[in-house]
């Protein structure tokens, strides 16, 4: 069993580990793991190196990690990467066509900060737009440093920072509605796949 997290950001695949080969030392049969999936073929068994995968904890659900991995580290990446946001900030997040502009907006007052509209007449610290979802979006971690960044994003996942942020959980059967959908952006934020019984290694 697993699921897919679905946005404009691509497939992202939580499952279990199978087997692993000889010269695998990361991760093992039955660990919780997550991968971008870098194909149109979602839902189906597949040989993938372990660079590739970030591990997953115990106490973390397939479908919460499905949810809020891809999103949160564009959220973090912005939010401690690109700018230092904390405590006594001003921020304007502006929306962004993936969604990730709530999850933005959560684990900045998570941090400490305020959030205010664009237009607030009051000073403005940061203003979150267009270029730094981009700049987000293309951040590159080096090795080993992905696994940190995404024990980051299970902390405030953990912390209660991201249950304000609504996530929309379909069938893997409706697949192809909801991808649409995305596509169309008529959906945005988390968006979850869930398998039936077997689908995941159909």
């Given at each position: 069993?697993?699921?897919?997290?679905?946005?404009?950001?691509?497939?992202?695949?939580?499952?279990?580990?199978?087997?692993?080969?000889?010269?695998?030392?990361?991760f093992?049969?039955?660990?919780?793991?997550?991968?971008?999936?870098?194909?149109?073929?979602a839902?189906?068994?597949?040989?993938?190196?372990?660079?590739?995968?970030?591990?997953?904890?115990?106490?973390?659900?397939?479908?919460?990690?499905?949810?809020?991995?891809?999103?949160?580290?564009?959220?973090?990446?912005?939010?401690?990467?690109?700018?230092?946001?904390?405590?006594?900030?001003?921020?304007?997040?502006?929306?962004?066509?993936?969604?990730?502009?709530?999850?933005?907006?959560a684990?900045?007052?998570?941090?400490?900060?305020?959030?205010?509209?664009?237009?607030?007449?009051?000073?403005?610290?940061?203003?979150?737009?267009?270029q730094?979802?981009?700049a987000?979006?293309?951040?590159?971690?080096?090795?080993?440093?992905a696994?940190l960044?995404?024990?980051?994003?299970?902390?405030?996942?953990?912390?209660?920072?991201?249950?304000?942020?609504?996530?929309?959980?379909?069938?893997?059967?409706?697949?192809?509605?909801?991808?649409?959908?995305?596509?169309?952006?008529?959906?945005?934020?988390?968006v979850?796949?869930?398998?039936?019984?077997?689908?995941?290694?159909?």
């Amino acid at each position: 069993m697993g699921a897919l997290g679905l946005s404009s950001l691509g497939v992202h695949v939580v499952a279990t580990v199978d087997a692993v080969g000889p010269e695998v030392v990361g991760f093992a049969p039955g660990d919780r793991v997550a991968m971008r999936e870098p194909e149109s073929r979602a839902g189906f068994q597949r040989v993938v190196s372990e660079r590739d995968l970030i591990g997953i904890p115990k106490d973390v659900g397939f479908d919460d990690a499905a949810a809020f991995l891809a999103q949160g580290l564009v959220a973090r990446t912005i939010l401690k990467q690109l700018h230092s946001v904390g405590r006594g900030n001003r921020i304007a997040v502006l929306p962004d066509p993936s969604g990730a502009h709530r999850l933005v907006e959560a684990w900045a007052r998570h941090l400490g900060a305020t959030v205010v509209a664009e237009g607030d007449s009051a000073a403005i610290d940061v203003v979150i737009g267009a270029q730094d979802y981009r700049a987000a979006e293309r951040w590159k971690y080096g090795h080993g440093l992905a696994q940190l960044a995404a024990s980051d994003v299970f902390r405030v996942m953990r912390e209660g920072a991201f249950d304000s942020v609504g996530v929309s959980r379909h069938p893997l059967s409706d697949a192809a509605r909801v991808h649409a959908d995305v596509e169309s952006g008529r959906v945005t934020g988390p968006v979850v796949l869930l398998p039936g019984t077997g689908e995941l290694a159909a």
